[in-house]
């Protein structure tokens, strides 16, 4: 019997706790900082905005960022069995082709290849039209493409960019990425599915090689020299120790590399500030740090009322090129379509049913900040800095992507919906004032990665299989191990990722 830790509980480890203890020749153990969720709200998709800031919500903030006007960002992340599954926006891209040869080309493994992933993104989605050699539909996670509950301005919105010349796509999990498409969705019959719900069911509950641990916060790692051996947890005020053969890190792109810092493996300067004496030099750790924003946006008074969405409230994504004559290959804007005022903190927004918000970003930034522990105890609250719009590359594509979103409020497909643009306001104009504007809106697409990122470098903190590099025994599988972000939101790509490991693993 191989006894197998898993430290995390959300969208990654569930899917490991289910995949790994289907073998009877492994006992599993799964550890979870928060409860079984009870928040009738969770399962309501439209709910998702108000979910931040409840009791199961790390709710971090990051320090204040010169990028965006010196703003302090919440970052909310899961904090409950399906960890982040339970607050995300349930949208499923995978991201395009390419974003994954930069992962081949950073791990040196063709493993990470679009096309090796493919199998495991199939494995992963039972998707409501039906599968193909491209979608899945046998897989724990139902994905709902919606039809007849589109919103009649997401409908003007999709034929607007058509008129524009960009393509009309099924859903943005095919080859084609570059197009408009309403957002498939983590949904079952209009209800939020969780990766806790879609992996770990009665059935995977009863194995009896698989024990659940909520209310468990990981303090440490156990370490006998390199060989990890256990972790060490706090359970309802009392220290515990487990011990175990194989021990996996899923505590998500926050949590894993904290709890390695708090372990004493880092950057020797930032362990001796937050006074935890250094057992391993691993500099990388928490450098890296990446996210998506999102600019909230150009609102629009609408001429008629805005009906409630059916769905979740950001109905569709279009991807473009900066160029918008190019329409095939990978993108590098993007602008959504949110069928309420949805503005940024301290924004005014117009009344709900009143109005609308295009939003606008940027699929692959590259701005990179870096993460830190900032004492030993589990309450020390983070150092997070994303350094948000920190590359002129990032503020030139910004601006393009404001200028996107404001050319299809303008167009005759939105002419019916549009009232007056509010924000930014029709007399912002030149690039300077763009900037400032973009600096004040700009908010979290909830994304961050790369904290532990794979890499073929002996300075990477995991390798091609997610080996942790000068520890035996250790694994990290969750969003830290992506290297570059994928062009639209991850979570399709931390469910592969999960699947992909766990058909390799040998325990
Ligand atoms: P998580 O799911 O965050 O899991 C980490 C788990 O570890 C958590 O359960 C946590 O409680 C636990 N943990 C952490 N520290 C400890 C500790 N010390 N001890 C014990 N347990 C611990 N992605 C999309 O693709 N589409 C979207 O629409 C989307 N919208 C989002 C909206 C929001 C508000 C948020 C927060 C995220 C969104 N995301 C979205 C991102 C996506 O949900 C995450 O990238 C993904 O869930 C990360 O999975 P993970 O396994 O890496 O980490």
């Known amino acids: 019997m191989t006894d197998i830790l898993i430290l995390g509980a959300g969208s990654a480890g569930c899917i490991l706790a289910a995949r790994l203890s289907a073998d009877p020749a492994c006992r599993v153990t799964l550890v979870e900082a928060g409860t079984r969720p009870t928040d009738p709200d969770i399962a309501r998709p439209a709910m998702w905005p108000f979910l931040q800031g409840r009791p199961y919500d790390w709710d971090y903030t990051t320090v204040p960022q010169p990028g965006t006007a010196g703003r302090v960002h919440h970052w909310a992340r899961g904090k409950a069995l399906g960890g982040s599954s339970n607050l995300h926006a349930m949208f499923h891209v995978r991201g395009h082709a390419e974003d994954y040869e930069d992962w081949v080309a950073a791990s040196g493994s063709q493993r990470w290849s679009y096309d090796a992933l493919l199998p495991h993104f199939r494995a992963t989605e039972s998707w409501s039209c039906g599968g193909d050699d491209l979608h899945g539909d046998a897989g724990p996670m139902p994905i709902l493409l919606p039809e007849a509950e589109t919103h009649p301005l997401v409908r003007d919105f999709i034929a607007g ?8 796509l099924r859903d943005h999990c095919g080859r084609a990425l570059i197009g408009t498409a309403p957002n498939a969705l983590m949904i079952r019959d209009g209800r939020r599915i969780t ?10 509950l009863a194995r009896p090689n698989l024990t659940v641990l909520t209310g468990a916060e990981v303090h440490r790692l156990r370490l006998e020299g390199a060989r990890v051996t256990g972790a060490e947890l706090r359970v309802e005020g009392t220290e515990q120790v487990l011990a175990a053969d194989r021990v996996i890190l899923s505590l998500g792109a926050i949590g894993t590399p904290l709890l390695l810092m708090r372990s004493g493996i880092g950057d020797p300067a930032v362990l001796a500030a937050a006074g935890v004496p250094c057992r391993m030099e691993r500099t990388e750790l928490g450098r890296n740090l990446h996210d998506h924003m999102l600019g909230a946006g150009v609102v629009c008074r609408s001429k008629r009322p805005v009906a409630p969405s059916k769905l979740q409230v950001s109905e569709s994504l279009s991807y473009q090129a900066e160029d918008p004559a190019r ?3 990978r993108p590098e804007i993007v602008v959504g379509c949110v069928v309420a005022p949805s503005v940024a903190e301290g924004v005014e927004a117009p009344a709900p049913g009143t109005g609308f918000t295009l939003l606008f970003g940027v699929t692959n930034p590259t701005s990179r900040g870096r993460l830190a522990i900032t004492g030993p105890a589990l309450s020390d609250a983070p150092m997070i800095d994303p350094a948000y719009l920190s590359t002129e590359h990032d503020r030139h594509l910004f601006r ?6 404001r050319a299809i409020a303008a167009s005759p497909a939105l002419a019916d919906w ?3 643009e509010v924000l930014p306001g029709p007399a912002l104009r030149s690039d300077a004032e763009l900037d400032a504007f973009i600096a004040r809106v700009a908010i979290t697409h909830h994304h961050p990665v790369a904290t532990c990122a794979m890499g ?4 990477a903190i995991t390798d091609a299989d997610l080996a942790m590099r000068g520890l035996d025994n250790l694994w990290i599988v969750d969003a830290s191990v992506i290297p570059s972000i994928t062009a639209g939101p991850i979570h399709a790509a931390v469910m592969a990722i999960a699947e992909s490991f766990a058909s390799g693993f040998r325990g």
């Open 161 to 168: 960019w058509v008129a524009m010349g960009q393509p009309r």
């Open 195 to 204: 990766t806790a719900e879609a992996w770990l069911t009665p059935a995977v």
């Open 327 to 329: 329409t095939t290959g």
């Open 400 to 405: 393009v992507a404001l200028k996107r979103a």
């Open 418 to 420: 549009v009232a007056e």
């Open 456 to 459: 073929r470098d002996e300075a």
